[in-house]
């Protein structure tokens, strides 16, 4: 599923200059996004409540550091070094209901989602979201 066809994008010199935790940020909303267009096909007709409450399944800092673990053996060193300078930042607040250690897994792992969509790498995103979000049974 190619949610991000034709969109402007960042050279890798631009990208760069961009804060850790703000490729994070942006990263969180195209993992949702994501995620919310896989359910919302896999489930119509369902309240958005639901919708809801599947969504968050996928994109909580706890299940999000279970992804961190099964793709960052697929990550590239670039998209490594992403991940490791957004786990590593030091920040002052965490999230909620997550350790602290998921938090930072979980801020690495967006920070390459928000790396790869700002620099028009879609199809290595669309292949690492749909291994990332993959329910345990169907490894």
């Given amino acids: 599923m190619d949610l991000f066809p034709n969109y402007p ?6 990208v760069a200059k961009i804060d850790s935790l703000a490729l ?7 993992q949702t ?11 119509a007709g369902q309240s958005a409540g639901k919708l809801h409450r599947l969504t968050i399944g ?11 673990d099964r793709v960052l053996p697929l990550l590239s060193e670039e998209e490594r070094d992403v991940y490791r300078l957004a786990r590593n930042h030091k920040t002052g607040s965490s ?10 897994k979980a801020s690495g792992l967006e920070a390459v989602w928000g790396y ?3 620099t ?3 199809d290595r995103l669309n292949e690492l979201l749909a291994i990332a979000i993959q329910d345990k049974e169907q490894l």
């Fill in 116 to 118: 790869l969509y700002l």
């Fill in 24 to 30: 994070a940020y942006v990263g969180d909303a195209v």
């Fill in 58 to 68: 996928k994109v909580s800092a706890a299940a999000q550091a279970e992804q961190a």
């Fill in 95 to 104: 999230a909620k209901n997550a350790t602290v250690g998921d938090y930072h």
């Fill in 120 to 122: 028009g790498q879609t």
């Fill in 33 to 43: 996004l994501y995620v919310r267009s896989l359910l919302l096909g896999q489930n």
């Fill in 9 to 14: 994008t960042l050279d890798r010199d631009a």
